[in-house]
């Protein structure tokens, strides 16, 4: 039976990892080691402490990172506005996908987990899918909501906002994906040792 002081000790931990991992989420975006250089681009890993929040500690505490990471891409593109900021300073564009990072990235980890027993393709395959909920929902919701704005932003005509989009998805999205199975998997395999438990 779970006593008082265990439930209190649970909820402080979960507590103590969204700061840290809040923390770690902004302090990427300010010191821009958040976006990794890549030959034709720059790959981002702001969203990865959610995923890392979600499979470590549940959904709540991956959604509650993935708010902090929405709020603070809002701030960056009102404090340091570029071409698009005017699209991605709309809360449901910049907060809603962040948080949905988390809920689908712990729910994609626990049934791998719990229907095929493997640890690593869970955290692999929740990587895959917390990057891609990021890219899909964050372009998705620009199409459907942004749509006009884009396109007058980009000097495009609305019938070009789809492939111009499904460009960026393409590729910013797999280097992304890739990236994020490369940190997430070890990183995540060695904080379960540490913890001792089991997802």
């Known amino acids: 039976m779970e006593t008082t002081s265990?439930?209190?000790?649970?909820?402080t931990r979960q507590l103590v990892l969204i700061g840290m991992l809040s923390g770690i989420s902004i302090f990427m975006g300010i010191t821009g080691i958040g976006f990794i250089p890549l030959p034709w681009m720059k790959a981002s890993i702001m969203h990865v402490p959610v995923i890392i929040g979600a499979v470590l500690e549940g959904p709540i505490v991956g959604a509650a990172v993935g708010l902090v990471f929405g709020l603070f891409s809002i701030y960056q593109n009102i404090t340091t506005p570029a071409l698009l900021?005017?699209?991605?300073?709309?809360?449901?564009?910049a907060i809603v996908p962040r948080v949905l990072i988390g809920i689908v990235s712990y729910y994609v980890f626990?049934?791998?987990?719990?229907?095929?027993?493997?640890?690593?393709?869970?955290?692999?395959?929740?990587?895959?899918?917390?990057?891609?909920t990021?890219?899909?929902?964050?372009?998705?919701?620009?199409?459907i909501l942004a749509l006009d704005k884009f396109a007058a932003l980009k000097d495009i005509s609305?019938?070009?906002v789809a492939y111009?989009?499904?460009?960026?998805?393409?590729?910013?999205g797999i280097p992304e994906v890739l990236v994020s199975?490369?940190?997430?998997?070890?990183?995540?395999?060695?904080?379960?040792?540490?913890?001792?438990?089991?997802?």
């Open 110 to 132: 626990k049934f791998v987990k719990n229907t095929f027993h493997k640890e690593k393709l869970g955290l692999t395959l929740a990587a895959i899918a917390g990057t891609a």
């Open 85 to 93: 900021s005017p699209i991605f300073m709309n809360p449901i564009i």
């Open 6 to 11: 265990t439930k209190q000790k649970f909820g």
């Open 134 to 143: 990021n890219t899909i929902g964050v372009l998705g919701l620009t199409y």
């Open 181 to 199: 199975v490369l940190i997430v998997v070890p990183v995540v395999t060695g904080l379960f040792k540490i913890y001792k438990r089991k997802k």
């Open 164 to 172: 111009a989009l499904t460009a960026i998805g393409t590729t910013n």
């Open 158 to 160: 609305n019938s070009a």
